[in-house]
């Protein structure tokens, strides 16, 4: 009798969920246990839940200023707050993640010691270009997922670790649709979220970041305010045939960054010595993205990733997008000269 032949189906036309996917991912580990897979499976639970607050932030009249000021003394949207107690919710009662850190609250959460199960630490921004909720522009969640190396029973887990020990990145986009962009160090991969059937449907694997591409994404209303090379930069990019993107909420700008090509640039200033975005938050696990799409991420002239941080709340200057494009604003940082103008198209 002739032996049944097999024909493998894994074909770019299967339909991939993101736990599907996320559990193939990490079968390629040797004793990975799931776990993982596990923590991501509730982010996704949280990201689709604030998806329909966004969406039905009007209805509901929670649009708006909660009344209150966060700790780094911003006021703090009304959807600030629920995101941040959704993910809380979400993430909570997952049995590995020893501390939840959120850029709404002052301290960590301690969940459980590394003795009682607590492998991860989960650093979030829950809604992040809240601000513009009320114009209906496109805001995000971000995460980052960091291994808890502290093994002694009751010591305190260490969420205080530099970018590239991240284990995992992402952010999710609420924008004209959800998608959720994710890392595990193995390239980037895209799901949108398909209303229909509740899903992350993987639509995109192994995102690279283009090249060639003339914009500049930067906040030019504080041109006075930046430090002189970088208003050398931007007058280069005037005279080059470059186009301005700026939306203000950073993962939307991060989203076109990574699709597209291009720069994003949030430089020192005046008011912000240091940068205004935050390290753990913010800029790391959006510098891992777009450095496993093939890009770089700078804070000044150092690789944010290998920055030591002191603070869960630190700012850092933030320089990431496709690496011809930070090369040529990393010649102006550096007092080099700058590749010459590229012939700008009739
Ligand atoms: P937020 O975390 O309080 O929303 O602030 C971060 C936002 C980013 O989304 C965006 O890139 C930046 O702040 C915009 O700042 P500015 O208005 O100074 O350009
Ligand atoms: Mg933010």
Redesign the pocket.
């Known amino acids: 009798m002739t032996p049944p032949q097999f024909e493998p189906r894994y074909t770019r036309d299967n339909l991939a969920s993101l736990q599907s996917h996320i559990l193939a991912e990490e079968r390629r580990h040797p004793g990975a246990t799931g776990e993982f897979s596990w923590i991501l499976s509730a982010i996704s639970l949280a990201a689709k839940t604030i998806a329909n607050k966004v969406r039905r932030a009007r209805i509901e009249d929670v649009l708006g200023e909660h009344g209150d000021h966060?700790l780094?003394g911003?006021r703090q949207q009304k959807l600030?707050v629920i995101a941040n107690e959704i993910i809380m919710r979400c993430l909570g009662d997952r049995a590995n993640i020893a501390v939840l850190a959120s850029?709404e609250d002052e301290q960590p959460v301690l969940l459980r010691d590394r003795a009682e199960g607590g492998r991860y630490c989960v650093l979030f921004?829950p809604?992040?270009?809240?601000?513009?909720l009320d114009v209906c522009v496109g805001?995000?969640t971000i995460f980052s997922i960091l291994r808890n190396e502290r093994r002694a029973p009751r010591e305190v887990p260490h969420h205080l670790q530099p970018g590239f020990r991240q284990v995992a990145a992402g952010y999710i986009l609420y924008g004209s649709s959800v998608v959720f962009v994710v890392t595990t160090g193995n390239g980037v991969d895209m799901f949108v979220l398909d209303q229909s059937i509740g899903s992350f449907v993987l639509v995109q694997r192994r995102i690279r970041i283009p090249s060639g591409t003339r914009i500049y994404s930067i906040?030019e209303?504080?041109l006075d305010a930046f430090p002189e090379p970088y208003q050398r930069y931007l007058r280069y990019c005037h005279t080059s045939g470059y186009s301005s993107r700026?939306?203000?909420?950073?993962?939307?700008?991060v989203h076109r960054t990574l699709i597209k090509g291009g720069i994003?640039i949030?430089p020192p200033?005046r008011p912000h010595p240091g940068g205004?975005?935050?390290l753990m938050y913010?800029a790391n696990p959006m510098a891992m993205i777009i450095e496993q799409a093939g890009g770089v991420a700078l804070s000044g002239s150092e690789r944010t990733l290998l920055i030591r941080p002191f603070d869960l709340h630190q700012r850092t200057t933030?320089i990431l997008g496709s690496e011809d494009q930070v090369d040529i604003l990393r010649a102006f940082l550096a007092g080099e000269t700058p590749p010459p103008a590229p012939a700008v198209p009739a």
């Open positions: 966060n780094h911003e600030d850029e921004d809604l992040d270009g809240s601000s513009n805001v995000g906040n209303a504080y700026y939306i203000g909420s950073m993962v939307a700008d994003f949030y200033t205004k975005l935050r913010e933030v």
